[in-house]
């Protein structure tokens, strides 16, 4: 797989659970990449998903989603 299409493979797994209703909850960065925990909640539902994040540009861009998810929660 291309370099851009690991890019493009990451964006859309971080848009798909975005647009479903998951936010950030937490970022643990590290040598291997970035792991990301995304939560929905629902009323009394919970729901988590971990993803991995290896590409650099794919970390910028969901650095852009947090910062605006925390413009709104201000």
Known sequence: MSD???FL???DKIDYFI???FRIKN???NLEGAFL???KRGGTDKQ???LHIKHAD????F???LIRQLQKEN
């Open 63 to 65: 650095a852009s989603l």
């Open 9 to 11: 493979a990451e964006r």
């Open 58 to 61: 794919s970390r910028k861009y």
């Open 19 to 21: 647009d479903k209703g």
């Open 37 to 39: 925990l995304l939560e």
């Open 27 to 29: 970022v643990e960065e």
């Open 4 to 6: 851009y299409q690991q």
């Open 48 to 50: 988590e998903e971990a």
